[in-house]
């Protein structure tokens, strides 16, 4: 049963232009909806959470959110070198447990 | 202010042995929860710890237990380890939505 999937990638973006990376998930009664990055060898560090659908934006992320598609994204605007990395998107179910897809890999080509 | 620190950051172990690891939440937060990432994986959920309670549990066998202490640290034990229990152990802090990651424990099996 796969909750959270994502294209594991690699996704390759050239320098400046926009990464669009995208999530589905199963449980309907999904409430929390979260973006972490994590580079090789390293532990995720969360860059966004959304609640509720439509767009929230921090600087050059932006997180889309459609409950009724269940379906989340993440858009990054001028594609930096140093957003190269897994991006790891994560669900929270009804019982509070957080639950990981297995990441795509972002490559920004300079 | 202290971020999530996890110890030992590596650990070899041979099958059959017993492993302990251990977590110090960030300042403030009261839930733990324990990860399990194998090489190009997403995070697995293992278990989340409250109020020195286990509330929720992944799929993961009897073998993974855990404790959480009155100052909201957190041990994970593995018993009877297996070549397959080699990952990169991550422990999580939380006080309500979005989980902070301390850097992990890579747990070689040989």
């Known amino acids: 049963q796969k909750e959270v999937e994502q294209n594991s990638g690699p996704l390759s973006v050239p320098e400046g232009a926009i990464a669009s990376l995208n999530c589905t998930y199963s449980?309907?009664?999904?409430?929390?909806f979260f973006w972490y990055r994590q580079y090789s060898g390293k532990s995720p560090e969360l860059i966004m959470f959304?609640?509720?659908?439509g767009d929230k934006e921090d600087g050059r992320f932006t997180a889309q959110l459609n409950k009724a598609s269940q379906y989340v994204s993440l858009l990054i605007r001028d594609s930096q070198p140093s957003d190269s990395a897994t991006y790891l998107c994560?669900?929270?179910?009804?019982?509070?447990?957080?639950?990981f897809g297995k990441g795509t890999r972002l490559h920004i080509l300079p | 202010d202290a971020g999530v620190t996890q110890s030992p950051t590596h650990l070899i172990k041979t099958r059959g042995q017993q492993v302990t690891l251990r977590c110090s939440p960030k300042?403030?937060?009261?839930?733990v929860s324990w990860y399990q990432q194998a090489l190009g994986q997403g995070p697995q959920f293992i278990f989340q710890?409250?109020?020195?309670?286990?509330?929720q549990r992944g799929n993961f066998p009897d073998r993974f237990s855990g404790h959480q202490f009155p100052n909201y640290s957190s041990e994970l034990n593995v018993n009877a380890l297996l070549l397959g229990d080699s990952a990169l152990y991550l422990c999580?802090?939380?006080?309500?939505?979005?989980?902070?990651f301390g850097s992990g424990t890579r747990l070689t099996v040989v």
């Open positions: 999580a802090s939380s006080l309500g939505e979005g989980y902070t």
């Open positions: 449980d309907r009664g999904s409430q929390s």
């Open positions: 959304i609640y509720s659908n």
């Open positions: 994560a669900v929270t179910h009804r019982d509070d447990k957080i639950i």
């Open positions: 300042s403030g937060h009261d839930t």
């Open positions: 710890y409250y109020e020195e309670e286990e509330r």
